[in-house]
């Protein structure tokens, strides 16, 4: 079983999640997803200020097998993009967790409950693997 | 090695320099160019070598086995080349009268017809000049039909994740918006959610069918009926029509909108960059949207439809008509085929498929679909052999071209983990698809006893691994002079 650390949230769609101190939250994709895609060489993230609906596309990650879409795990508005992992797509392999891609102001911050604790995304990532 | 990397200052090639050029003395001293261009100064011995050694390192149909999945890579009969290369077909310029050129214009339209004959279309135009134009030109006549009735709210095309990656693409350049929707276990669409997807916002819904996990969708009436209540129109992705030709119709199936990869079913050569064609097939309620040109038979003289002729079209797709070249050589050779001919097409093309994967499921390995029989390819996925062995397909496929194959196509579909699509095609023999399944197995017993073999794959070829991240990450195109 991959690494799924369990301070964070997590989307069906393989994003996590980070409640910070002020009530923002930052966003990735997590072990698993950048296990599946492979090396990454590609990262566009949305432009700040951008109003963004729950499971919006959003970003997108590209690797050496595929491109593929980041979608919003929650309502809000984006406050800022990792221009970091974007010049270095890589960092999300070596770490996925550290590289967060974007941050956002949730529009309501009880959203972040229907979002998945790491138990119930282990279970989804093993479903998956039928 | 690059032929300019061959270059010699000085060095020239006369023998091809034209006899007697006529000077350009005419022109503008303004214009004239100061210094000379930038060419590779090399022998005619030198280009001769660099060229016949570059052809010697190609892997192609015409050396190897390519069974590269969704793509349909099978023999060009050579004489679909000979024929389309006859100098009344070479010779013919664009703009010479019609009636100096309707042997071309008939046979233009003799393929039309054999085309809406073997998918059940109303109405053909051969003007799109790849797959990715065809789509194009199918999604903008369904945009084009609900614009004309001022149904204008109909904003979304339905794709399900079994699709060609170029599906979303043109139905977000058309300008709409893309909802996907989920296959079930079996690969088939998930019908449930297809009827929660519906609504009147819905312009159409885009299928490939066998669909890209290699299976005939078996709802396919089904699918249609819920699309059509809901008055979104459906489109077929013809990308695998090579498992289905002569024997299903599209057009039987309800499907208003297809276009053919004749660069695929009607083996006109492809996969060094086209050109391809996309013909357009559509039914009868989308006739008066079809891109021009596309040729009409006025009483038994054959000419180019134009804008007066089709005041709805969705406008002029090329300049003259189509990729001709390519369109006479898919002629031919449904000329040679003739409609038993195309049955036997899709006939062998599964019978093949359906061979290969008894023979790799006997040898032992795991087929994602095992209870779906193949359409005329199916998808192996190896992620048992990567948990047990660090093996992943990407490593299996680079040790295949070692044993002479071509890989097949890896990671695609997106929805299988660690896969190879393989489609043999019916131009094979068995004695071939026996090779590969013996390869496959050999493949395997390296990947369990020596991983490092594999994963360290090719080792015969001119080029060993090639670092395909750093090369997206630092693309490099264009060369310069060191």
Known sequence: ?130 | MLIFEHAHPGRRAHAQAPYNAPAADDLPADMLRQTPPLLPETSELDVVRHYTGLSQKNFSIDTQFYPLGSCTMKYNPRACNSLAMLPQFLGRHPLADESTGQGFLVSMYELQEMLKEVTGMAGVSMAPMAGAHGEFAGVAMIRAYHDARGDTARREIIVPDAAHGTNPATATMCGYVVKEIPTDRQGNVDLEALKAAVGPQTAGLMLTNPSTLGVFEKTIVEIQKIVHAAGGLSYYDGANLNAILGRVRPGDMGFDVIHMNLHKTFSTPHGGGGPGAGPVGVSERLIPFLPIPYVINERDFYRWAVEADVPQSIGRMSAFGGNMGVLLRAYVYARMLGGRGMQRVAEFAALNANYLAVELKTAGFELAFPERRASHEFIVTLKKLKDETGISAMDFAKRLLDYGFHAPTTYFPMLVPECLLIEPTETESKETLDAFVQAMIAVKREAESQPDLVKTAPHKLPSRRLDDVKAARELDLVWKAA
């Not at chain 1, 590609?42 to 491109?67: D, H, I, M, T």
């Not at chain 1, 990792?82 to 941050?103: K, L």
Request: hydrophobic share 45%; aromatic share 6%.
């Open chain 1, 1 to 130: 079983m991959s690494n799924i650390p369990t301070n964070l949230k997590y989307t069906k769609s393989h994003e996590w999640v980070r409640l910070e101190t002020d009530g923002s939250v930052a966003v990735g994709i997590t072990q698993h997803a950048q296990d599946l895609l492979g090396d990454m060489v590609f990262v566009e993230n949305p432009v700040v200020g951008r109003q963004l609906a729950a499971g919006e596309e959003c970003a997108v990650v590209e690797s050496v097998k595929a491109a593929s879409d980041v979608y919003a795990p929650v309502a809000g508005e984006v406050l800022a993009a990792n221009a970091d992992v974007e010049a270095s797509p890589e960092s999300i392999n070596q770490d996925a967790y550290a590289a967060w891609m974007f941050t956002l102001k949730p529009a309501n911050a009880d959203d972040l409950d229907g979002l998945m604790d790491a138990a119930t995304y282990a279970a989804h990532v093993e479903s998956e693997a039928h």
